[in-house]
């Protein structure tokens, strides 16, 4: 009798939970049968990875409604048209903004209504035996996904130029390079006290290299400053001569000009007159030349120096 008991108690506890059970349905099926509803066409156009039938709906983070259907747009294939059924007592406006969001980290996907800014937005109605269309705004998760597959491809591309980089043949010439640079590596060590040796040298070459450059510029310097002395007065002395010569030469033009009439009578007897006044002349000549020296290139002049000749290609 106990035993029979028993079983009387579960199975009126077993009828119990499923009528309540039962009655829950039907409760929530009244609630949802009371509860109006309004559908409309979210057009995506991009892929909708995630988002399936019966997805949710949100409108600023609380659920209003869920997915009815998904469809491609028969005018356009790239585009993807998610129907949703909503509560008619959510504020959808004209300015209402759609976006597709991840929900959770499942890898699924829904859809979330946000108000926008215009405050004289009306509410979202279609016309008559039509259904009232939202253009969704690109998704950053959609994005991030587009990126995550272009971000795998380079990678696997980069992994596949690494595996080729490190090939065997790539590997025994890097094994082989190692080993060459700790050979050498070796040596240096080795002639350690040559190397030094010889950067002592090299450097001591140098002091004496600079010290060399030194005294010949302070020697050039020096004979720089006599050239220009010597020439400045060689120069002085070629001016006082010319000037010389010049007054010699226009007092003998003065005295031929003065005595031109009893020259004329005589002129046999003094033709000595003209080769001398040549030869003045010619002097006169070579002091001009030499002054014109002088002053171009002095240095040159007095060293006995030939001028620098220009180069034509």
Do not use: C
Request: avoid cysteine; glycine fraction near 8%; aromatic fraction near 4%.
């Amino acid at each position: 009798m106990e035993t029979r008991a028993h079983h009387v108690l579960i199975g009126l506890f077993t009828v119990l939970v499923v009528g309540a059970a039962l009655a829950f349905a039907l409760w929530l099926g009244k609630s949802d049968a009371d509860r109006q509803f309004e559908t409309y066409d979210i057009v995506f156009q991009e892929a909708v990875s995630g988002l399936s039938k019966g997805g949710t709906v949100e409108f600023n983070g609380i659920k209003i409604g869920d997915v009815v259907s998904l469809s491609l747009d028969p005018d356009d294939a790239r585009r993807v048209i998610a129907r949703v059924r909503v509560d008619s007592t959510a504020p959808v406006r004209t300015d209402t903004q759609a976006r597709l969001v991840p929900a959770g980290i499942t890898g699924l996907t829904m859809i979330r209504l946000t108000s926008g800014n215009d405050p004289a937005s009306q509410r979202l109605v279609a016309p008559e035996g039509e259904v009232a269309r939202i253009v969704a705004a690109p998704s950053p998760f959609s994005r991030l996904l587009a990126d995550g597959e272009d971000a795998i491809t380079n990678g696997n591309e980069l992994l596949v130029q690494a595996r080729a980089l490190l090939s065997a043949d790539n590997v025994g010439a890097i094994g082989r390079t190692l080993d060459n640079l700790e050979q050498t590596t070796a040596a240096l060590v080795a002639q350690r006290e040559d190397v030094s040796a010889a950067l002592r040298e090299i450097t001591q070459a140098s002091r004496t290299a600079n010290a060399a450059l030194a005294e010949a510029t302070r020697v050039l310097g020096t004979a720089n400053r006599l050239v220009e002395n010597q020439g400045t007065q060689t120069l002085d002395s070629a001016r006082a001569a010319m000037q010389t010569f010049e007054r010699a030469m226009g007092a003998v033009d003065k005295l031929i000009a003065d005595n031109r009439e009893p020259l004329d009578g005589g002129l046999r007897g003094l033709a000595e007159i003209g080769p001398a006044v040549a030869e003045l002349r010619s002097t006169l000549g070579s002091v001009r030349a030499i002054t014109r020296q002088l002053e171009d290139r002095p240095a040159d002049y007095l060293l006995g120096l030939e001028p620098t000749k220009e180069f034509t290609p």
